[in-house]
């Protein structure tokens, strides 16, 4: 779930991901995908805008993470069998939760956001991320 876009060698992830399932298995993957025009605070070591500094690459298209799941450097690999994107949400509380945790540093400001009323605090105040979705694919191992 949201690994691929920390991954350098993701043709190399998604031939191991081939090697690991049995012929007729199926594969769930999922990662971020941006729009040309979103917004974000973070950056990554390259100066680029992204969802998680940790993000190698974030793709551009739901057709660009298709096709390095369906193609491979022996033959073809996978068959797409359903896709899903979704807005990514964003709990405007977590910045609220680390604020007071920096000012005061108590067990409380640390152990509230895991409690009934954190949670459901940044459960109301989530709101979409401007430009940034996220990208579930299944997708079935081809028999050689």
Do not use: C
Request: aromatic content about 12%; charged content about 25%.
């Amino acid at each position: 779930m949201q690994l691929i876009e920390h991954i350098v060698d993701r043709q190399g992830f998604i031939a191991g991901l081939y090697e690991m399932l049995k012929p007729g298995g199926l594969l769930v993957i999922t990662s971020v995908r941006r729009a040309n025009l979103r917004w974000y605070y973070l950056r990554n070591e390259q100066g680029e805008i992204v969802l998680d500094r940790g993000h190698v690459y974030e793709f551009r298209s739901l057709d660009e993470f298709n096709e390095l799941i369906v193609s491979g450097s022996a033959a073809e690999r996978f068959s797409i069998i359903r896709t899903f994107e979704h807005q990514i949400r964003f709990p405007v509380a977590d910045f609220v939760f680390r604020r007071l945790h920096r000012l005061f540093r108590t067990s409380f400001t640390r152990e509230f956001p895991a409690s009934r009323l954190g949670i459901a605090l940044r459960k109301a105040t989530r709101v979409p991320i401007p430009g940034y979705f996220s990208t579930d694919v299944v997708a079935m191992r081809r028999d050689s």
